[in-house]
């Protein structure tokens, strides 16, 4: 069994469950068909408390970028590239990208996502330009 | 649509007015800290800068009978250091202590209202980033995002102002020019800690932290303390200080998708800052163009350029523009931060912005001072809460 990282709810564990298995799920209400992240008890839309986990496609596009030119933490070495990625689904992700794509990336560009080994032990997703 | 002229425009505007201001010796206390001392803790700092604000206002500390404590120390133990058993008290942060002092005034529960706040988060070493920054989970997107390497406040602006900054074609210069004016007013503010000239040169110069914002992008971390006297206003009247009076609130929160950043990095605020601005003109009684100053809860730098566009003093994209060609540093249009904000006097957490808005108020600054000034103008955007406050004289 990997470490995982901190759940700040009982919604995280079936998220990062899925990402252990290389399939990333998301809830979705029945409802109103409208994904949620991060995870949570009910649909900002409909206040349904019903969910179905389902996985996401894997494509985004890009909203923002941050290069840390700092070492903050012992997984990230500098420079490290965060991306914030809106999900085909729907919802805006903060992930990261190998810091060489830096100078290449721009809004809107289309990604995938893939999946890393986090130091700590758990699988990540991560993404790359498509 | 509900008729705002009820609800809003005569609530709370002219009821009360800030009558006493007292601060710590933030650039000797800086000094000191870096030498490895700790002059006090928080309560301490909080306990000189009331002390002062009593002189200030020259009323007895038994003439108190409300207090809002900062974030930064416990309610019950602050008021046992003040001695202060009040008939109504609270904790919040600096606009919204200013916000629940005129609500307390004008329900009838208190009359003269302390507000104090002391933070030694300098010589405690307080985290503002990692994952258990600000104590973890209270506002979710500071800390959610930490296993993918975000881990900072910082950053989160970063992300915001590289997606605006890629919107409309801004440089790094662009965003240079907010460091390099408030530097202009520190440096004519003897209570600013960083007063050393500041050219554009030397700001690009500096290393990125979170690209694209560079070290003078980011505020201070200093040990200080403020504290404020609200009064009532005929009472107000009189005091021994001239009343600075709060002409008008308003606030409007975001709070959809804070955590997935989608006000933030989609609006900027945006609509938040646009119904703000509608009620706190329309309690005060002016518009952008009757604003003095303007002062801006200024973590990092960015918030500048969502507060012009936010508030209307420019058009949607069109802060860059408006600050190269009207100038918001010393001999500017439109001064902005005039004491040199969190990012050159002190991060007081928006607390030193309500003693700078007194100050200019009352008069007689020097060359700090700005002309014929009637009415500042407070903004913050802290997590998606817009909040604004107008005072005038």
């Known amino acids: ?130 | 649509m509900q008729d705002k002229s009820d609800t809003i425009d005569k609530g709370t505007s002219n009821i009360s007015g800030i009558v006493g201001v007292g601060h710590t010796d933030w650039v000797q206390d800086y000094k000191r800290v870096r030498n490895g001392e700790k002059p006090f803790d928080s309560y301490g700092y909080a306990t000189l800068a009331f002390n002062r604000a009593l002189l200030d206002a020259g009323i007895s500390r038994d003439e108190v009978d409300g207090l809002i404590v900062g974030p930064t120390t416990a309610y019950e133990r602050m008021g046992e250091i003040l001695n202060i058993d009040p008939r109504w008290g609270g904790q919040a942060d600096a606009v919204q202590a200013v916000f629940q002092a005129v609500m307390a005034i004008k329900s009838g529960f208190a009359e003269v209202v302390a507000l104090v706040y002391g933070n030694d988060q300098r010589s405690a070493a307080i985290q503002y980033g990692g994952p258990e920054a600000m104590g973890g989970g209270s506002f979710l997107s500071y800390v959610y995002h930490s296993p993918w390497g975000l881990t900072s406040q910082g950053a989160l602006y970063a992300l915001m102002f590289q997606r605006y900054k890629s919107m409309w074609g801004l440089t790094d210069r662009d965003l240079g020019e907010v460091s390099v004016g408030q530097r202009q007013w520190a440096a004519l503010n003897p209570n600013a800690i960083m007063r050393k000239p500041l050219t554009l040169d030397d700001y690009l110069a500096a290393n990125y932290i979170a690209e694209p914002l560079r070290l003078n992008d980011y505020c201070l971390i200093n040990d200080g303390g403020v504290a404020l006297i609200i009064m009532e206003a005929s009472r107000a009247k009189r005091c021994k200080q001239k009343p600075v009076m709060i002409r008008g609130l308003g606030r409007s929160d975001l709070n959809h998708h804070a955590t997935s950043l989608g006000p933030r990095l989609m609006d900027f605020y945006r609509p938040a800052q646009m119904n703000t601005a509608e009620q706190v003109y329309q309690a005060a009684g002016v518009g952008p163009e009757d604003i003095d100053a303007l002062l801006v809860y200024d973590s990092f730098s960015p918030h500048i350029f969502f507060a012009l566009e936010g508030f209307g003093f420019c058009e949607e994209g069109g802060a860059a523009k408006f600050i190269a060609d009207k100038g918001i540093g010393v001999g500017g249009q439109m001064p902005v931060n005039t004491s040199g904000g969190h990012l050159s006097e002190s991060y007081m957490q928006g607390w030193n912005h309500q003693i700078e808005a007194v100050r200019q108020l009352r008069g007689g600054l020097g060359d700090r001072q700005v002309s014929d000034c009637r009415h500042v103008q407070y903004v913050s955007d802290v997590a998606g809460k817009a909040m604004s406050i107008i005072y005038g004289n």
Request: aromatic share 12%; proline share 11%.
């Open chain 1, 1 to 130: 069994m990997s470490q995982s990282p901190r759940h700040y709810s009982m919604y995280d564990k079936p998220m990062w469950d899925s990402i252990q298995e290389g399939a990333m799920k998301l809830q979705r209400c029945p409802e109103s068909g409208v994904f949620r992240y991060p995870p949570g008890p009910a649909c900002p839309a409909s206040l349904s408390l019903d969910y179905e986990w389902v996985p996401v496609s894997g494509k985004g596009k890009i909203i923002s970028w941050t290069v840390f030119h700092r070492q903050y933490l012992p997984a990230y070495p500098a420079p490290h590239l965060v991306v914030a990625v809106q999900l085909e689904e729907g919802p805006i992700m903060v992930s990261y990208m190998d810091a060489g794509h830096a100078g290449r990336i721009a809004l809107d560009m289309s990604v995938t996502m893939e999946y890393a080994t986090h130091p700590d032990g758990y699988k990540i997703p991560k993404f790359r330009l498509s």
